[in-house]
């Protein structure tokens, strides 16, 4: 039998674009969240609306490794854009997910650690989660022709199509609200978009030995109008996302059942 793959959002705004796609549902509930079993698009799959933040993702990311025997899991939803390369409506796929707030506070600022390793001196300072080089290889052949769906965000702005990214993607329980700080990160560390939770699913997965992927389109660009832009923006980026988890959904469901 098929091991389902692991579907988390953050926010209904997220979860909802998928709905209408889902069949066969049956709601499990575990510690106060409503996980919904079913098939999107032929696949096995479980889902779930996590909440806001590193603790719950982890939490609702090893429940669906342990207790529904996922074999992959995929974090969809929006984040902040980091690079002025990209625009509103844009999406990332994390090669690389780091999680961003852990490490020692120093006079030199932070040094990151990986999650879980003492943030001492004498600990090595390699940090972050990579994507299975085969899923990776599997999602760049599925881009080949793929495009992204036309985004109309209103306000007289012209409908436009998304452009597709791979590269680095931070995690903090934090509200990128700040230009200063946006250019800073990505001046630092490269990374195209921020948000709370995708690597907080990577470290779970990559404890317990199965693939993950974190996908994310640009609901804001992490600025000082990055509340406003959110707000307004953050329902109409998500589908985006999800149109792209469906297209990817069956290489990482062959990499859910590939041993």
């Known amino acids: 039998m098929a091991r389902p793959v692991g579907l988390i959002t953050a926010m209904v705004e997220e979860i909802h674009h998928f709905a209408e796609h889902f069949r066969g549902e049956e709601t499990v509930s575990e510690l106060g969240w409503e996980f919904v079993k079913g098939e999107l698009d032929g696949v096995p799959l479980v889902a779930v609306e996590a909440g806001i933040g590193k603790v719950q993702t982890a939490v609702v990311s090893t429940l669906l490794a342990q207790h529904f025997d996922c074999g992959a899991l995929i974090f969809s939803g929006v984040a902040g854009g980091l690079s002025m390369g990209l625009a509103i409506g844009d999406a990332v796929i994390a090669e690389r997910s780091i999680q ?3 490490g020692a506070l120093t006079d030199d600022g932070l040094i990151r650690y990986q999650p879980g390793v003492p943030p001492l001196p004498q600990f090595p300072r390699d ?11 599997d999602i760049k052949k599925r ?9 109309s965000l209103g306000n007289n702005l012209p409908i436009r199509r998304p452009s597709i ?7 903090g329980d934090l509200f990128i609200n700040s230009a200063t700080e946006r250019d800073r990160l990505f001046e630092e560390t490269g990374a195209f978009a921020f948000e709370m939770e995708g690597a907080a699913m990577a470290q779970v997965a990559d404890r317990v030995g199965i693939p993950w992927l974190v996908l994310r389109t640009l609901s804001d660009l992490a600025g000082s109008d990055s509340h406003l832009d959110f707000s307004a923006f953050v329902s109409a980026t998500a589908g985006g996302a999800a149109a792209l988890v469906r297209h990817l959904l069956p ?6 059942n590939a041993g």
Do not use: K, Q
């Not at 881009?143 to 985004?151: D, H, N, S, T």
């Open 251 to 256: 290489a990482v469901a062959d990499r859910a």
């Open 100 to 102: 961003i707030d852990y």
């Open 143 to 151: 881009l080949l022709g793929f495009e992204m769906p036309e985004v």
């Open 165 to 171: 990214r791979l590269g680095t993607i931070l995690t």
């Open 127 to 137: 940090h972050g989660y990579l994507l299975d080089p085969t899923l990776r290889d």
